[in-house]
């Protein structure tokens, strides 16, 4: 068969062999390449496996986030067959699903990496907010107003945050109340709301609280002559409650008015004042538990004082009403009747009287009575002096008279305070404590007594019914002035007519001593002629008849000082 062809002449077996070759050679070159791609194939494999398993760990790990959701915003989340929810899936590659909480609540389970968790998330509020807006108004007191805009608006300003709805306070609501009003959506104002209530509710107790302490505090007075002539140490350098006076310091300049008592009268550049609020009727409350203790003769012998000194804070008897109070002694000296004995000053430090007392009147005060801040803060009014010439801080016993009047001082009247100034405390070289009192500066005020619908600045009416003198003659005087309201001052009219007579027995025309020098009387007649020509001055051109001071006699005055002997209401009138 391959005779005639090029194979014919070469011997058959060769043709056998060269076949062979040839077939194991392509099946080798077949083996070789085989495997050569099946290597390639499984490096590749390889390769793609590594890449997956880096991509993998480098890819975030999934997270789930869990929301609490009202029921009520359950179709704002959904949407129209679940297309809100589908849609924030699609934006997001997060995973939403809810499922209920309780009856009025579902959790919202957002799963996903955390990029899209938080974009998923805020959809969700974007879509919540979308909630219908409402708009409500309440109204509320005028001192709950004062209260939640005290401290920069502090309050308010809480409130908004907390419920994230907006509060706007109009001051000029119906029947003398204050409207506030509340905008957002519904939860928003519910939260809003509620926080108010919390605050109407708190203003409420604390009303309650002060009515009942000005329904069962008695009037609070002195034994005769007992804190006449009690030493001035106790009021420069007692240990006064910081939270108090720093409260009142703090108000000054931010026309911020604060109601206080006026709980002891020295004058009316030295007088003690208590912050009425909560801690008045903590206050009665501790005295009341302190009398019953302290009232039993095994008690006081656990409390036995063996050696008093200067600066202790000690429980004492008040001889006036038999309770029991807290006190700071400030001096240890012989008693002048009987020397072998002791006397101790004390100054109680809740509101700011002085007795001299016998050691065996006092006790070691019980540790838990000292958590209560001291009461007492000694304030000075400001705007006035006496009307002692050169002698601005000396009073009369007339002017001190009166001052205790318009204040009611110890019976428990509340007025208003507006912290205006302040001065220094003066330095004293007695007591353990007097270096770490001096620099402590003491509040002057104004006082406003809240009588008929006005606010009567009892400073002004000092000055114009001749109590009192100007501290500056620039100073306009004003027998109704307002406290930190809107209220116009009143009129010059009204201020004439409110002005008493000058009598014999006015501390404008009368001096301290029987023989007081003419030379002084002339200058407060001229002072005083000076302030009634101020008066016309201001009506404008309006007629008004001349009054002239009028003149008094040596026998004017002693008539006068004799009618005039020392009150017995004794609030600190050292």
């Not at 009166?402 to 205006?420: D, G, N, Q, S």
């Amino acid at each position: 068969m391959l005779r005639n062809t090029p194979f014919g002449g070469t011997p058959t077996y060769k043709l056998i062999l060269g076949l062979g070759l040839c077939s194991l050679g392509g099946a080798m070159l077949y083996a070789y390449f085989k495997n050569r791609s099946d290597e390639e194939d499984r490096e590749e494999t390889r390769n793609q496996t590594e890449l997956e398993h880096q991509q993998q760990q480098q890819r975030p790990k999934e997270i789930v986030l869990k929301i609490v959701v009202d029921n009520e915003h359950v179709p704002l989340i959904m949407g129209r067959g679940g297309a809100n929810i589908k849609l924030i899936e699609e934006r997001t590659t997060a995973k939403i699903r809810l499922r209920d909480k309780d009856s009025q609540h579902k959790y919202c389970d957002i799963s996903g990496i955390p990029e899209a968790v938080k974009a998923a998330r805020v959809l969700l509020i974007r879509e919540i907010e979308r909630a219908p807006i409402v708009k409500v108004e309440l109204q509320v007191p005028q001192r709950l107003v004062s209260k939640l805009n005290g401290r920069g608006g502090e309050i308010i300003q809480d409130i908004g945050r907390n419920s994230l709805a907006k509060l706007t306070i109009d001051t000029n609501g119906r029947n003398g109340k204050a409207k506030i009003t509340l905008v957002g959506n519904q939860k928003q104002v519910n939260i809003a709301r509620k926080l108010l209530d919390d605050q109407i509710e708190e203003d409420e107790e604390l009303l309650r609280s002060v009515e009942e302490v000005e329904q069962r505090r008695e009037p609070r007075r002195s034994p005769t002559n007992s804190v006449a002539s009690s030493s001035l140490y106790s009021s420069q350098t007692s240990l006064s409650s910081m939270q108090p006076r720093d409260k009142l310091m703090a108000a000054r300049g931010d026309d911020k008015p604060m109601e206080v008592y006026v709980s002891a009268v020295a004058s009316p550049t030295k007088f003690w004042v208590q912050l009425v609020g909560p801690q008045s009727k903590k206050l009665d409350d501790m005295v009341k538990e302190m009398t019953n203790y302290y009232s039993s003769a095994e008690n006081r012998a656990k409390h036995i004082l063996t050696a008093p000194y200067v600066g202790q804070i000690v429980a004492a008897v008040f001889k006036f009403d038999e309770k029991w109070y807290r006190a700071e002694i400030v001096d240890i000296m012989p008693n002048q009747y009987n020397p072998q004995e002791l006397v101790i000053d004390l100054y109680f430090v809740d509101y700011g009287d002085s007795e001299y007392i016998s050691p065996a009147d006092i006790c070691e005060l019980r540790t838990d009575f000292l958590t209560l801040r001291f009461q007492a803060v000694e304030c000075f009014l400001a705007n006035v002096k006496s009307t002692i010439n050169n002698e601005p801080n000396t009073w009369q016993k007339s002017s001190i008279a009166k001052f205790e009047e318009m204040t009611e001082v110890a019976h428990w009247r509340k007025l208003i305070a507006r912290v205006v100034t302040y001065k220094e405390r003066p330095k004293v070289t007695a007591g353990v404590n007097a270096a770490t009192r001096e620099g402590t500066p003491l509040p002057g005020m104004e006082l406003f007594d809240p009588a008929e619908g006005a606010d009567l600045n009892i400073g002004d009416l000092m000055i114009t019914q001749g109590f009192a003198l100007p501290i500056d003659d620039a100073y306009p005087v004003r027998s109704r002035s307002s406290t930190p309201s809107n209220q116009s001052d009143s009129t010059i009219e009204e201020l004439c007519a409110s002005t008493t007579p000058v009598t014999p027995h006015s501390p404008m025309s009368m001096s301290l001593t029987n023989d007081a020098d003419s030379s002084s009387t002339a200058a407060e007649d001229a002072h005083f002629v000076q302030q009634l020509e101020q008066l016309q001055h201001k009506l404008n051109g309006n007629d008004m008849a001349s009054i002239d001071p009028i003149k008094l006699t040596a026998t004017d005055y002693q008539n006068g000082n004799n009618n005039n002997s020392p009150t017995t209401n004794g609030h600190a009138n050292h």
